[in-house]
């Protein structure tokens, strides 16, 4: 969920975002995840008394975080899942690439395609520089794209679906696909879009792109897909590598 320099983390819910800066809160939020988790597993998770974890499930369950579920047999045990999505967390402002940016956007007005890719990239990396980290709402936006551009690929096989996300990537200038590994399912990405002029900043930069691959084989193969970008221009490599997890 992030740093302990972070102050604010923002999630969406049916009813709008909500802004949370409860340490317990987080931590009870973090624990949860992505499955159910009964009354006692977060107590024991957070090592706070149950009068204190009661206090603070009932006012995420006010926010629209959490959902709360009663054992159809026994209405004592209650289980508890998400009900959001995490969006956005507060940071220190990361000014020097931003400028970089800024600089490298006046020197390509003359090059159309350049000059759209920088632009992008200000965008993405100016929302860092006032404080936004735009990471997960870069994901959830490239997997939507990635259901949509879905109805352009025929395959349902994992091996042709990656040919033609190859030759989607390179016919678009996303970049070159290379496939590295098929167990576990691994990707490299040559001359990437999203990152090829971007310096060493020590993180993985391609949210989008996990977004974008993730929308696309889930839709094209119904089951549940994790992809995880593990190696990046911005963590100083030449190539960006995804790995591809099936989860069920």
Known sequence: ???????????????????????????????????????????????????????????????????????????????????????????????????????????????????????????????????????PVMKKIGYDIGKRLSVLFVSDSIEDLLFQIADFWKSHDLGVVEVSGLDPLAILVHECFDCSDMPDVGRTLCALDEGLLEGIFQSRLNKSISVEELECFGTGYDHCKFNIQILD
């Open 1 to 135: 969920m992030g740093s302990k320099k972070e102050r604010t983390i923002i999630f969406s819910t049916e009813k709008g975002m909500v802004a949370l800066n409860s340490p317990v809160k987080l931590i009870i939020l973090q624990f949860i995840g992505n499955r159910s988790r009964t009354f006692e597993e977060i107590v024991s998770a957070t090592h706070k008394a149950k009068s204190t974890i009661s206090v603070h499930l009932k006012d995420l369950i006010e926010q629209n975080l959490i959902l709360e579920h009663r054992d159809s047999t026994d209405k004592r045990k209650k289980t508890f899942s998400p009900n959001s999505q995490f969006i956005a967390y507060s940071q220190a402002p990361i000014q020097k690439n931003y400028d970089l940016i800024l600089d490298r956007l006046i020197h390509s007005v003359d090059e159309e395609i350049e000059f759209f890719k920088t632009l992008c990239h200000t965008i993405r990396y100016g929302l860092e520089a006032y404080g936004v980290n735009p990471r």
